[in-house]
């Protein structure tokens, strides 16, 4: 019984909601109803929810009346200005669908008829049923937008104005496509270079004002006249010149008698050093074995390490010289002629002697004869005199044979073109591992190139490195290579080629010839430049940059100091 009274319970409460549900969808098809709806309506018989024909008739009046009002209202205000177009929230009654308000529907115009007739119930339901559809409405936010586009109204110059006078500024529409903006941007962009053209050259970013512009027409041109004295005063500066001139050549003869001149280039060519106090140590390298700090004395005693002190004697560890080489060189004994051959007769004989000894042995077959046509009857005899045709033929061929041999022989011995190239190299080239010959040279003027040739192709067929620096009056060079190849370029440089064919104007303007002078030769441990290559320094300064990145700048500094001592002697 509990259960049926339960189930009894559940289904009524079903119902009742089922009929709460469809009462208000009846009441939402009511509000958005069509008024053809409502007559339907009217002339049926009316149920307890829905409206009667007098109450109809009166919805109907009061539309009638408000729209009359609005036409009005919107007259009035065009008589004077246009009013613009504005988005507002309207009350439930504006926010209604446009069948309802034109009938005059409201929601505080049917809820008093309901209560008249004494249906709370229904009036509530339908009270908040406008509730919802109210608040449904002012969600969606609907905007008034104005039906008819506002008149265009032009004044005496052709502009855009209201109602009121005052001038209006269209909107223009803007370009949704890319190609389209793209378009715009350049039209803009033209009309800002037309604007901005610049008539005055003066004011142009690019005008250059140092160079003048050239006239269509050419002006004639106008005498000019020297000025009263001009001539004068170059004859007084010519002179003054001429003075100054002889002034410091004298001064010149009397620096290079009492020989100041030379030693003050020379300090002008040593490279500047700063030395100050800072720069001396408190202890010398050789003495910070046995001293501490410093050479100061406490009570008489200086500061030792007693630890470093004994009484033994420390032997330096014996190195070998670098230019010693690893393997000890024998004295190579030198033969003459006559003790050459004999040696040579007695290697043959005993390569002899040993092959005769295996062919009795039998481990080799005996020789065929050495036939010529010289012992052809004396070594066949009889056979010759038989058919001497066959055997001149036989005679023949193994001439043949032999010769062939012989060439054979030869061409096995032969070098390849690469052989002869790597014995040609090792014939010249030598071994620098254990000292590289340095030799460094002074030309005075090397600007023929036929002797610039001979001094870059000469170094470089003896396989020799190094540079040339060509400088105005002193040209260095400085080659790398072998004792050989340093005897056979030093030769090259001072005896081959002629230096004193070509003349040289020296610092006084007189014509000397040029010489090439062998500045310093010597040894070093290891090569300092690459392949020879020529090196044009104009100032002084470059020159020895240039030596000095390949740690040789004392090079420079000994040919420099003499190429200018011996300008100084020369004047």
């Given at each position: 019984?509990?259960?049926?009274?339960?189930?009894?319970?559940?289904?009524?409460y079903e119902s009742s909601a089922r009929t709460e549900d469809k009462e208000v969808k009846r009441a939402k098809m009511t509000a958005d109803i069509e008024p053809v709806s409502f007559v339907t309506a009217a002339s049926s018989t009316p149920s307890p929810g829905q409206l009667t024909a007098i109450q109809i008739k009166e919805m109907m009046a009061n539309a009638q009346k408000m729209i009359e009002e609005r036409k009005r209202a919107l007259n009035a205000l065009r008589a004077h200005e246009t009013p613009p177009v504005r988005s507002v929230s309207f009350r439930a009654e504006e926010m209604m669908p446009l069948n309802m308000s034109c009938i005059g529907f409201s929601p505080t115009s049917v809820i008093p008829s309901f209560i008249q007739r004494g249906d709370p119930d229904k009036a509530k339901k339908i009270a908040n049923l406008q509730a919802q559809i109210q608040s449904k409405l002012s969600a969606t936010g609907r905007v008034l937008v104005q039906d008819k586009p506002a008149p265009l109204i032009l004044n005496k110059e052709g502009r855009t104005v209201d109602v009121s006078g005052k001038e209006v500024q269209l909107s223009h529409p803007t370009?949704?496509?890319?190609?389209?903006?793209?378009?715009?941007?350049?039209?803009?962009?033209?009309?800002?270079?037309?604007?901005?053209?610049?008539?005055?050259?003066?004011?142009?970013?690019?005008?250059?004002?140092?160079?003048?512009?050239?006239?269509?027409?050419?002006?004639?041109?106008?005498?000019?006249?020297?000025?009263?004295?001009?001539?004068?005063?170059?004859?007084?500066?010519?002179?003054?010149?001429?003075?100054?001139?002889?002034?410091?050549?004298?001064?010149?003869?009397?620096?290079?008698?009492?020989?100041?001149?030379?030693?003050?280039?020379?300090?002008?060519?040593?490279?500047?050093?700063?030395?100050?106090?800072?720069?001396?140590?408190?202890?010398?390298?050789?003495?910070?074995?046995?001293?501490?700090?410093?050479?100061?004395?406490?009570?008489?005693?200086?500061?030792?390490?007693?630890?470093?002190?004994?009484?033994?004697?420390?032997?330096?560890?014996?190195?070998?010289?670098?230019?010693?080489?690893?393997?000890?060189?024998?004295?190579?004994?030198?033969?003459?002629?006559?003790?050459?051959?004999?040696?040579?007769?007695?290697?043959?004989?005993?390569?002899?002697?040993?092959?005769?000894?295996?062919?009795?042995?039998?481990?080799?077959?005996?020789?065929?004869?050495?036939?010529?046509?010289?012992?052809?009857?004396?070594?066949?005899?009889?056979?010759?005199?038989?058919?001497?045709?066959?055997?001149?033929?036989?005679?023949?061929?193994?001439?043949?044979?032999?010769?062939?041999?012989?060439?054979?022989?030869?061409?096995?011995?032969?070098?390849?073109?690469?052989?002869?190239?790597?014995?040609?190299?090792?014939?010249?080239?030598?071994?620098?591992?254990?000292?590289?010959?340095?030799?460094?040279?002074?030309?005075?003027?090397?600007?023929?190139?036929?002797?610039?040739?001979?001094?870059?192709?000469?170094?470089?067929?003896?396989?020799?490195?190094?540079?040339?620096?060509?400088?105005?009056?002193?040209?260095?060079?400085?080659?790398?290579?072998?004792?050989?190849?340093?005897?056979?370029?030093?030769?090259?440089?001072?005896?081959?080629?002629?230096?004193?064919?070509?003349?040289?104007?020296?610092?006084?303007?007189?014509?000397?010839?040029?010489?090439?002078?062998?500045?310093?030769?010597?040894?070093?441990?290891?090569?300092?430049?690459?392949?020879?290559?020529?090196?044009?320094?104009?100032?002084?300064?470059?020159?020895?940059?240039?030596?000095?990145?390949?740690?040789?700048?004392?090079?420079?500094?000994?040919?420099?100091?003499?190429?200018?001592?011996?300008?100084?002697?020369?004047?």
């Amino acid at each position: 019984m509990k259960t049926n009274h339960r189930s009894t319970k559940k289904r009524h409460y079903e119902s009742s909601a089922r009929t709460e549900d469809k009462e208000v969808k009846r009441a939402k098809m009511t509000a958005d109803i069509e008024p053809v709806s409502f007559v339907t309506a009217a002339s049926s018989t009316p149920s307890p929810g829905q409206l009667t024909a007098i109450q109809i008739k009166e919805m109907m009046a009061n539309a009638q009346k408000m729209i009359e009002e609005r036409k009005r209202a919107l007259n009035a205000l065009r008589a004077h200005e246009t009013p613009p177009v504005r988005s507002v929230s309207f009350r439930a009654e504006e926010m209604m669908p446009l069948n309802m308000s034109c009938i005059g529907f409201s929601p505080t115009s049917v809820i008093p008829s309901f209560i008249q007739r004494g249906d709370p119930d229904k009036a509530k339901k339908i009270a908040n049923l406008q509730a919802q559809i109210q608040s449904k409405l002012s969600a969606t936010g609907r905007v008034l937008v104005q039906d008819k586009p506002a008149p265009l109204i032009l004044n005496k110059e052709g502009r855009t104005v209201d109602v009121s006078g005052k001038e209006v500024q269209l909107s223009h529409p803007t370009p949704t496509l890319k190609a389209n903006i793209r378009a715009k941007k350049r039209e803009e962009f033209r009309q800002q270079l037309a604007e901005h053209v610049v008539d005055n050259l003066s004011e142009a970013k690019f005008f250059d004002p140092r160079i003048g512009a050239k006239p269509s027409v050419r002006n004639k041109r106008a005498l000019r006249f020297h000025e009263p004295g001009k001539f004068q005063q170059l004859a007084n500066s010519m002179r003054m010149k001429a003075q100054l001139d002889k002034l410091q050549n004298e001064i010149s003869q009397i620096a290079k008698k009492t020989g100041i001149s030379s030693a003050t280039k020379l300090a002008l060519i040593a490279p500047k050093t700063e030395t100050t106090e800072d720069d001396v140590p408190n202890v010398e390298w050789w003495d910070s074995v046995i001293l501490n700090d410093n050479y100061v004395e406490k009570d008489g005693v200086f500061n030792l390490k007693e630890s470093a002190i004994s009484n033994l004697v420390e032997h330096p560890t014996q190195l070998r010289p670098p230019t010693e080489p690893m393997k000890p060189a024998y004295m190579p004994v030198f033969l003459t002629k006559k003790e050459r051959k004999k040696l040579r007769r007695q290697n043959r004989r005993e390569a002899w002697k040993e092959e005769q000894e295996k062919i009795r042995l039998g481990l080799e077959p005996p020789p065929e004869p050495k036939l010529r046509i010289s012992n052809l009857m004396r070594v066949l005899g009889t056979e010759a005199v038989q058919d001497p045709t066959k055997v001149e033929a036989h005679v023949r061929e193994q001439m043949v044979k032999r010769q062939k041999a012989h060439e054979e022989a030869n061409a096995a011995r032969r070098l390849t073109a690469e052989q002869k190239r790597d014995k040609k190299v090792r014939k010249i080239a030598e071994d620098t591992t254990l000292g590289v010959y340095v030799t460094v040279y002074r030309i005075s003027d090397l600007s023929n190139a036929a002797k610039k040739y001979k001094v870059e192709t000469n170094a470089k067929q003896l396989f020799m490195t190094g540079c040339v620096v060509l400088f105005k009056d002193c040209n260095v060079v400085v080659v790398e290579g072998g004792a050989k190849q340093q005897k056979k370029y030093k030769r090259l440089m001072l005896s081959r080629i002629k230096w004193e064919e070509d003349t040289v104007k020296n610092r006084e303007g007189q014509e000397v010839p040029n010489k090439c002078v062998l500045i310093w030769e010597g040894t070093i441990k290891e090569r300092n430049f690459g392949e020879m290559k020529f090196k044009v320094c104009p100032t002084e300064k470059l020159a020895r940059e240039h030596f000095k990145k390949h740690s040789v700048e004392h090079y420079w500094d000994l040919a420099y100091s003499e190429a200018v001592l011996g300008a100084s002697e020369d004047v």
